[in-house]
């Protein structure tokens, strides 16, 4: 099933999807997302409002959306790290990672997906199963326990 939202000028659609939208009648729209159902039954109508109201209090849904991005972040932030020692010859090196690979064994090369520092946050995040506690239909606000 694909779900529209939004809406967007005839000259900033391409010609295809303006086509895509004149056949099944529906304005041209902004964001278009797909949701699989399992049978026929699951579908809607073309051109069909999806309210506040198509969820019910006590349903539980599966919610996605991006995390908080946190830009570059250091190891001990990123990954929990506890850092070098305070002492024992330790110099401006307290927060700092370490060693970045094996000696000669690894053949003295960073393994892939080793733990570093870097840009932390803003992927995708999906939240299973969380129950809808209330709905408001006309505001179209849907309040989730989680």
Same mark, same amino acid.
């Given at each position: 099933?694909?779900? @529209?939202?939004g809406?967007?000028e005839?000259?900033?659609?391409?010609?295809?999807?303006?086509?895509?939208?004149s056949?099944?009648?529906?304005?041209?729209?902004?964001y278009?997302?797909?949701?699989?159902?399992?049978?026929?039954?699951?579908?809607?109508?073309?051109?069909?409002?999806i309210?506040? !109201?198509?969820?019910?209090?006590?349903?539980?849904? !599966?919610v996605?959306?991006?995390?908080?991005?946190?830009?570059?972040?250091?190891?001990?932030?990123?990954?929990?790290?506890?850092g070098?020692?305070?002492s024992? @010859?330790?110099?401006?090196?307290h927060?700092?990672? @370490?060693?970045?690979?094996?000696?000669?064994?690894?053949?003295s090369r960073?393994?892939?997906?080793?733990?570093?520092?870097?840009?932390? @946050?803003?992927?995708?995040?999906?939240?299973?199963s969380?129950?809808?506690?209330?709905? !408001?239909?006309d505001?179209?606000?849907v309040?989730?326990?989680?």
């Amino acid at each position: 099933m694909q779900v @529209g939202s939004g809406s967007k000028e005839e000259r900033n659609v391409t010609r295809p999807l303006r086509g895509h939208f004149s056949v099944n009648n529906v304005p041209l729209k902004r964001y278009l997302s797909e949701f699989r159902v399992r049978d026929e039954t699951g579908l809607l109508e073309v051109g069909k409002t999806i309210h506040a !109201d198509w969820f019910v209090e006590g349903q539980f849904v !599966d919610v996605r959306a991006n995390c908080r991005g946190m830009g570059f972040e250091g190891g001990m932030k990123r990954h929990g790290w506890k850092g070098q020692p305070a002492s024992h @010859g330790t110099s401006l090196t307290h927060r700092a990672m @370490g060693s970045a690979g094996g000696g000669q064994g690894s053949g003295s090369r960073v393994i892939p997906g080793k733990k570093m520092a870097g840009n932390m @946050g803003g992927q995708r995040v999906t939240v299973q199963s969380l129950k809808v506690m209330k709905v !408001d239909r006309d505001a179209g606000i849907v309040v989730v326990h989680g």
